[in-house]
């Protein structure tokens, strides 16, 4: 083997050895080495990606569900500035990441040589920890390979979760002439120990006889799976009205503190005034504005940040009690054992309101003969199957689940990408998602969302995972109907809105998925049950209008500060 097949080899036989088993490969010449590596690591699980962007985005999935990062690998140039919109994303939401990219030896850049760019420190300061160890050659030692490999994935998950960049230079030949068997391991892998996050003694205590309070509040941000145990139990033991985002794992199921429709309770000046003690919040932002804008309102209340990373996590940059720890630690500061005994009657005014509101939204959207974006998401909740998951696309829909779905007694594991809140790759992120929970997947996304990511449904018809695509398509950007740009007739159309005259049939029948376009509620219980049955892949299309969606979400609002 030659030094580049050495490198390659040992890098990826050490970071399948630190647990590392999902490899994102997209093809080109100068990754060579690093892509016949994975290949025939055994251990090692690749998977094709015509599209860089695509690959970062299914990586991104990947590390959401499982919490272990993936490796992306591609050529140089511009192969890897595609990695970057999801290496941001990554970086916001604290995933972690590894992205390989290879790169043409230092005596071809800043000569004009084909594909080559400067590729150092090309993702800036969305990465936790960047290595270039420039070309291998016959002085390279195994350790040393092993060494740097250990040391990037200690950094995408310690101390703060998030990208890594490693950028290899290769010369030619990529591969020796002939096929040879890999070098001998020689080296032992190196062992990582990660420090374990908790409060100090004095901390604790304080934070105990805080929590003491009787008009407490809980808000649950995203969080990752590895943390529902454990806030699951802080909370039951806190007993406070708990708000719950939809991507925080609680937004469904049986939690009997939960108060639903949170966002909409909040219309009213008679629940914004109720003010808390104390306000603690778990993990990351929240969707809904009117929970940002009541945090930054109480001001007299005692406010408290958990989450396991060091950055910010209070657009408002309010005073508060910012608290970093890993998950688990939370179970020292409420023991099952230990649940504090505050008053009720707080959290049962909560949840009476709660239950009165729910009431209003079935009479509202259910019983009368209303078919929109809402009807439809409220449907889609009510209905989709236990042991499915549900994947939700910025702007519209997600706000849509998380203001206005009802509850289920049964968990939803829903998710979404609420770093950056883009609208870019997001059916790569949830293919990537439903291979890391191997959950049949629901998609919800807007029209937009999808053709800006459309070739991403060669994942969905490759994935081994059903996949159902539900497309809400109303001709453009809904969500700007809810604006106050709406009101500049001369520009609003073309510049904002920006319809585009699509329907996907046809894209369903170039990628050879099942289609369903139902027009109405009957339709639409049918399209839900024969996809989610068919244990295939499928796209649903459902034409919506949106100055309907807009009106119908103006008139509930209105109807809950008069009546509810």
């Known amino acids: 083997m030659n030094p580049n097949e050495c490198l390659s080899y040992w890098l990826i036989e050490e970071l399948v050895a630190q647990g590392i088993t999902q490899f994102c490969i997209s093809p080109g010449s100068r990754s060579t080495p690093l892509t016949v590596a994975a290949a025939r690591n055994h251990q090692a699980n690749t998977q094709i990606f015509l599209d860089e962007r695509a690959a970062a985005y299914f990586a991104i999935g990947w590390a959401r569900a499982t919490d272990q990062a993936a490796v992306l690998i591609c050529t140089s140039g511009t192969a890897g500035a595609n990695f970057y919109p999801a290496i941001i994303e990554a970086s916001v939401e604290h995933i972690p990441l590894l992205a390989i990219t290879a790169d043409r030896p230092p005596e ?242 909560w949840k009476l309101g709660s239950q009165a509101l729910e009431e209003q939204a079935a009479q509202w959207w259910d019983k009368t003969e209303r078919f929109g974006e809402v009807s439809i998401v409220r449907e889609l909740v009510r209905q989709i199957p236990i042991e499915h998951a549900l994947f939700v696309g910025n702007s519209l829909p997600i706000r849509e689940v998380d203001m206005l779905s009802e509850n289920r007694n049964t968990p939803l594991r829903v998710t979404a990408n609420r770093g950056a809140s883009g609208i870019d790759g997001q059916i790569a992120t949830a293919c990537g998602w439903a291979k890391g929970h191997q959950q049949p997947t629901t998609i919800l996304l807007g029209d937009l969302s999808a053709i800006h990511d459309l070739n991403s449904l060669l994942l969905i018809r490759e994935s081994p995972i059903p996949v159902t695509l539900i497309i809400l398509n109303n001709d453009g950007g809904g969500i700007f109907s809810m604006l106050p740009i709406s009101k500049q007739k001369d520009v609003f159309e073309r510049f904002f809105v920006t319809p585009h005259g699509c329907e996907f049939s046809k894209v369903a029948t170039m990628f050879d998925l099942d289609y369903f376009k139902p027009e109405n509620r009957e339709q639409i219980y049918k399209s839900f049950q024969e996809a989610w049955h068919s244990n295939k892949s499928s796209l649903i299309e459902v034409k919506t209008d949106r100055e309907q969606t807009a009106a119908q979400f103006l008139a509930w609002q209105d109807h809950i500060k008069k009546h509810v």
């Not at 304080?206 to 909370?235: C, H, M, Q, W």
């Not at 603690?280 to 109480?298: A, E, P, T």
């Not at 396991?308 to 309010?318: C, I, L, M, T, V």
Request: proline residues 7%.
């Open 108 to 349: 071809l850049q800043l000569t004009g040589a084909n594909q080559t760019v400067d590729q150092n420190q090309m993702f800036g300061s969305h990465i936790r920890w960047f290595y270039d160890p420039s070309c291998p050659d016959h002085t390279l030692q195994e350790s040393t390979v092993k060494s740097w490999a250990a040391q990037a994935v200690l950094r995408s998950a310690y101390p703060d979760p998030g990208p890594v960049h490693i950028n290899l230079p290769f010369r030619e030949p990529f591969l020796s002439e002939k096929h040879s068997d890999p070098p001998k391991v020689s080296s032992p892998n190196f062992q990582l120990g990660v420090p374990h996050q908790k409060l100090a003694k004095d901390d604790l205590q304080a934070l105990r006889k805080i929590l003491r309070a009787d008009r407490g509040l809980v808000t649950l941000g995203e969080l990752p799976v590895r943390a529902y145990s454990s806030v699951g139990n802080f909370v039951e033991n806190l007993n406070w009205p708990v708000f719950a985002d939809t991507t925080s794992g609680f937004r469904f199921g049986n939690l009997t503190q939960r108060i639903n429709l949170a966002d909409q309770l909040l219309l009213q000046d008679h629940w914004r005034k109720a003010v808390p003690e104390v306000w603690i919040h778990l993990g990351n932002q929240f969707i809904s504005k009117r929970w940002l804008q009541w945090w930054k309102d109480c001001h007299l209340t005692r406010k408290i940040v958990v989450t396991n990373h060091a950055e910010r996590q209070d657009p408002s940059q309010q005073p508060h009690w910012r608290l970093q720890l890993d998950w688990d630690a939370l179970e020292e500061i409420l023991p099952i054992r230990e649940a504090i005994p505050t008053s009720t009657h707080w959290l049962e005014r």
